[in-house]
């Protein structure tokens, strides 16, 4: 069946630098997209890997290998505005131009200590 | 900047009772897609729209639900007899496309549903 397995919870200190993993078992694979979610609020776009290796944005990078069906989020210089959860996100199908939703995993609470 | 826009915020109804949600996607946007998140859980596809059509849905997505866009704005969701477990925050979300691809799906605010 399809799965995306993410750690429940991740706790790390301001300033700090944190990984958030994601390993997936999916029908088909067409990237994998990061999203945060803060309590309440609306998930909100952070990072697309397509192709394996490291894209960066800012304090945010993701990282991307296809052979091990794996991911991970990386957050530097933590921020307590950060404390949030982070969805990992597969695209499974490409019926051409992206009208394909999304799989989401079950997310990673993210707590920030001072 | 420009944002996906939901009505209402909160919906209480009762079981059996139909509801419509709407959703204003992004002007430029060309696909559409609804997502729903019951309490403490993950975010779960519901369907996508291209070019006046259905793109793809998921097993959620039986007869009850339907989608339509009346017109050039507005996005809509309607479940036609509501049950308990429908109960959760529905989001829209659209998605522009770029040559290359443009992989970031903008998602509203939500609509929190409420079946009694």
């Known amino acids: 069946g399809q799965s995306l397995e993410q750690p429940s919870e991740v706790t790390a200190v301001e300033g700090a630098i944190v990984q958030i993993n994601c390993t997936y078992q999916?029908?088909?694979?067409?990237?994998l997209s990061w999203y945060q979610q803060h309590d309440g609020g609306a998930p909100t776009f952070l990072s697309y890997?397509?192709?394996?290796g490291l894209e960066e944005t800012g304090r945010f990078s993701s990282f991307l290998s296809r052979s091990d069906s794996y991911g991970y989020l990386l957050l530097q210089e933590l921020q307590m505005k950060d404390s949030a959860s982070y969805f990992c996100?597969?695209?499974?199908?490409?019926?051409?131009?992206?009208?394909?939703?999304?799989?989401f995993g079950k997310g990673t609470h993210l707590i920030i200590q001072p | 900047e420009p944002e996906v826009t939901q009505t209402p915020s909160h919906q209480v109804t009762q079981m059996g009772q139909e509801v419509i949600l709407h959703c204003v996607p992004i002007?430029?946007?060309?696909?559409f897609y609804w997502y729903r998140q019951i309490l403490g859980q993950k975010v779960e596809f519901l369907v996508s729209?291209?070019?006046?059509?259905?793109?793809?849905k998921s097993e959620i997505f039986d007869d009850q639900f339907s989608v339509e866009r009346p017109d050039g704005s507005n996005f809509t969701l309607k479940i036609r007899s509501t049950k308990l477990e429908d109960s959760a925050m529905y989001f829209c979300?659209?998605?522009?496309?770029?040559?290359?691809?443009?992989?970031?799906?903008?998602f509203g605010p939500g609509t929190r549903l409420l079946v009694l």
């Open positions: 002007s430029n946007h060309l696909y």
């Open positions: 979300a659209s998605r522009q496309t770029l040559a290359g691809g443009q992989e970031t799906q903008y």
């Open positions: 996100a597969v695209r499974m199908r490409d019926s051409g131009g992206g009208a394909d939703g999304l799989t």
């Open positions: 999916t029908s088909g694979f067409y990237g």
């Open positions: 890997n397509a192709l394996d």
């Open positions: 729209f291209y070019n006046n059509e259905i793109s793809e």
